[in-house]
């Protein structure tokens, strides 16, 4: 509305509770490293706390939950992991669900590569990555293609999010950040051991179309090593 804001202050307890059925791990101490595991791995995260603009205090509540998990079929293997998650109470924006956004040209497995920062906010919401490697399934009928060792990946990200107004009473919102009430959908097409050590992916946003600019298309990179 107009009037500056001079602080913002937050304190947070959080409970964060992970369940790995059958998992490998190493443990020295209290250090723990994770191997693998052919089940599901899910994170459940507790947190409540307040938050403080200026001299006006907000309490608020919120729950997040993460599954991560790959099995295969045929040949190929898909790997998916979901996130989802809700707050209670009013808070400034920036203390809500920003979908994580990419203007680089790497390709991220867990960020939305073409969505802008800040192009969205949500306090419900659910987040859906999935890749399908197809390891060669095809390129490995190709004579020519199969001397390379390329292999073909498919997938997509989604989001599905609420935002309630309320917290626009709170801090005004950007200008270029709007409440998604609705669905984010992003697809992609790519090649990967390119030279045993990258991944060139097309990338097309399925919906909505972006007012920030952000490209409805794009080729994105990632260095990864697969044996």
Not at 63 to 78: A, Q
Not at 111 to 129: G, H, P, S, T, W
Not at 192 to 206: G, H, T
């Amino acid at each position: 509305n107009g009037n500056p804001i001079d602080r913002i202050t937050q304190a947070e307890a959080a409970i964060d509770m992970r369940w790995s059925w059958k998992e490998k791990y190493v443990e020295d101490g209290l250090q723990r490293l994770y191997l693998s595991s052919k089940q599901p791995v899910v994170h459940f995260t507790i947190a409540g706390g307040e938050a403080t603009v200026d001299d006006k205090q907000q309490w608020y509540a919120r729950f997040h939950t993460t599954l991560k998990h790959h099995f295969y079929v045929g040949l190929g293997e898909v790997q998916y992991a979901v996130e989802g998650g809700m707050i209670f109470g009013s808070l400034p924006y920036t203390m809500l669900e920003i979908p994580r956004g990419n203007k680089t040209y790497g390709l991220y497995s867990y960020d939305f590569n073409l969505l802008d920062y800040l192009e969205f906010a949500n306090d419900k919401y659910i987040n859906v990555y999935a890749d399908y490697h197809l390891n060669g399934f095809f390129f490995n009928r190709m004579p020519l293609l199969k001397r390379l060792g390329l292999r073909e990946v498919v997938g997509f990200k989604g989001i599905i999010g609420d935002l309630d107004d309320r917290h626009s009473s709170v801090i005004d919102y950007p200008s270029n950040l709007r409440p998604l009430n609705g669905g984010y959908l992003e697809v992609n097409a790519g090649v990967e051991n390119i030279f045993r050590f990258f991944r060139l992916d097309a990338i097309w946003r399925v919906t909505p179309k972006s007012i920030t600019g952000a490209p409805s298309f794009g080729i994105r990179a990632q260095f990864n090593i697969k044996l």
